[in-house]
């Protein structure tokens, strides 16, 4: 049973990712806020300053605000699946780490309901990038927000359940 009990630390090859990718995406996320700053001030087609170039510079700062949150997903996933399987005793997990209470996951179901929180975050800022974008919204549109309110009500009906 001992050998099957250390075989948990293969899932650092999911933590190690899961941080690679955070870090990935928290770049992607800078470059495109810099790509914002460019595109109000001047920096492509639009005319600094106007209305359009303002515009343009919301939608990329709103893509920005999905890509860092894609980032904190990621953390999010790396630092359950570090405290759930490598740091397997809670009084060993308790004196390592130092985190805030938010993101301590104490079973898979902790950790699948905090990433489903954060999916929710995302579908709802998709949906605002989409807006912007394309200002004439139809009524097909309007999918992405009730898929977004639906999948709230489950994941709170998950919370509920699970307390």
């Known amino acids: 049973m001992e050998t099957i009990f250390r075989t948990r630390y293969v899932s650092v090859i999911a933590v190690f990712f899961g941080a690679i990718g955070a870090v990935l995406m928290f770049i992607i996320g800078a ?26 510079a919301t939608v990329e700062i709103v893509s920005a605000l999905d890509q860092f949150l894609l980032g904190l997903v990621l953390l999010v996933f790396a630092f359950g699946v570090y405290t759930l399987w490598i740091v397997a005793d809670t009084a060993e997990a308790e004196s390592r780490v130092h ?22 975050v995302l579908l709802a800022v998709l949906f605002l990038k989409g807006v912007l974008s394309n200002p004439q919204t139809a009524w097909s549109d309007l999918v992405v927000p009730i898929a977004v309110v639906l999948f709230a009500a489950a994941v709170w009906l998950i919370r509920k359940a699970g307390h």
């Open 99 to 120: 985190a805030p209470e938010w993101i301590k996951v104490n079973s898979v179901t902790d950790l699948k309901v905090q990433l489903l929180e954060v999916v929710a």
């Open 31 to 56: 470059v495109s806020t810099m790509d914002s700053v460019f595109t109000y001030f001047g920096g492509h087609d639009d005319a600094a300053f106007s209305s359009d170039a303002a515009l343009a």
